[in-house]
């Protein structure tokens, strides 16, 4: 038997040799090695952009996980983590609200004893795995590089199938924004979307996003077959500029896209920006046919009175939570997120959807569209021509 390709690494903090075992051996199965740490200063030595998963347990000896989590937060760790713990659940779930706030990538959280198909689940195969683009993020990028993509074209999509969870069909795909760097290859938006929102650069980049998905949309359907849905990212600082209204629909009209037809994704804390240019933004947008979508529900603050206050058709429940399903708080979570979105008239997508056992829980409970690496990893234009034209729905 050949030795797998370990090119995807995670990195362990846990003090209980058991554990570490059981863990390392079911990473090495999915042809993922991994680095051990039992204490705090192994780890923070250890911890480097190649680690692509950290498994953190909360009680260690002299530096507890909670001080570690305020480290990572200090040190803007952007890795995915997934929190361990034998503590009761309600401290577990108050830690990962905790590491949310924090800023932190939140993958999920294992309550131990936790079974090995809880664990795999939070494991990605090192050919699906994002690593290469988290390695782009200690890459030093001038401002003016920025400019001169813009100005280059240098910026690409990237789409990922939205599927219909009652019949398997494909329903839509998700635009996702990557920089095809003339020297660093491909930068994934955690490295750069910042950067343009401080250089004043969003809305450009916004305006670039949504004529490129907008002119490649029937491309990757061909012609005769039904229209995709097209969602599009909308950073907080686009629905500040009371032109992007006219903007879009001047752009879906140039290219003969059914506004209805396509769902702009913005953050519960991007909401509440200037919140009457924003709502004035947001019932303009609803006003032209096109769909709005809650992204990220239910890790933003007081989204009660956000799903009151603006004029949402959609809501996408958070793949922390439903990468977490196995755990009763998360189902609960998502199970009473379906109800609600359903209640009040919305489409309930749920995204992170990467196991035949999350997708029968989604539809066990309702839930409308599912997105995930179960289906897809988000592909080049021609590869997700490719990934249709091979899709079936059985």
């Not at 009761?88 to 294992?110: C, F, W």
């Not at 920089?179 to 916004?206: N, T």
């Not at 200037?274 to 303009?284: G, I, K, P």
Request: glycine share 6%; aromatic share 6%.
């Amino acid at each position: 038997m050949s030795t797998p390709d370990m090119s995807t690494t995670d990195m362990i903090i846990d003090d209980n040799p058991d554990v570490v075992a059981l863990v390392t051996a079911a990473a090495a199965y999915k042809g993922i090695a991994c680095i051990v740490a039992a204490d705090a200063d192994t780890f923070l030595t250890a911890i480097t952009p190649d680690i692509s998963l950290i498994l953190l347990d909360l009680v260690m000896p002299n530096v507890d996980g909670v001080e570690l989590l305020r480290m990572l937060g200090e040190q803007k760790c952007t890795t995915p983590i997934v929190l361990m713990s034998g503590v009761g659940a309600r401290i577990l779930e108050t830690a990962v609200s905790l590491a949310i706030s924090l800023g932190l990538n939140v993958a999920g959280h294992l309550r131990k004893p936790f079974r090995i198909a809880e664990l795999e689940a939070f494991f990605v195969p090192p050919q699906e795995s994002q690593a290469a683009a988290r390695d782009t993020r200690n890459i030093l990028l001038e401002d003016n590089e920025l400019t001169r993509a813009m100005a280059h074209d240098e910026f690409v999509l990237h789409y990922q199938p939205q599927i219909e969870i009652a019949t398997g069909e494909v329903a839509g795909v998700e635009a996702l924004v990557r920089w095809q760097h003339p020297v660093h290859g491909l930068i994934y938006p955690d490295s750069f979307i910042a950067r343009c929102e401080g250089l004043d650069l969003i809305g450009q980049l916004g305006t670039l996003v949504a004529a490129r998905a907008l002119s490649e949309i029937a491309g990757l359907t061909g012609t005769g077959k039904k229209p995709l849905f097209l969602s599009i990212n909308v950073s907080a600082f686009t629905l500040l500029d009371l032109t992007f209204p006219d903007t879009l629909f001047n752009l879906a009209l140039k290219h003969k896209k059914n506004p209805e037809e396509v769902v702009l994704e913005i953050t519960e804390t991007g909401i509440v920006r200037e919140l009457s240019q924003t709502l004035d933004v947001l019932t303009r947008l609803r006003m032209k046919g096109f769909q709005l979508s809650i992204d990220d529900f239910g890790t933003g603050y007081a989204m009660m009175q956000q799903l009151q206050n603006i004029p949402a058709t959609e809501i996408k429940i958070d793949r922390s939570f439903v990468m977490s399903m196995n755990n009763k708080s998360e189902r609960v979570m998502v199970v009473k997120t379906i109800e609600i979105g359903h209640e009040l008239g919305l489409k309930v997508v749920a995204e992170g959807v990467e196991t035949a056992n999350h997708l029968e829980m989604l539809r066990a409970h309702g839930c409308d569209v599912a997105q995930g690496y179960f289906f897809s990893k988000p592909l080049p234009p021609a590869e997700f021509v490719t990934w249709l034209a091979n899709y079936s729905a059985g």
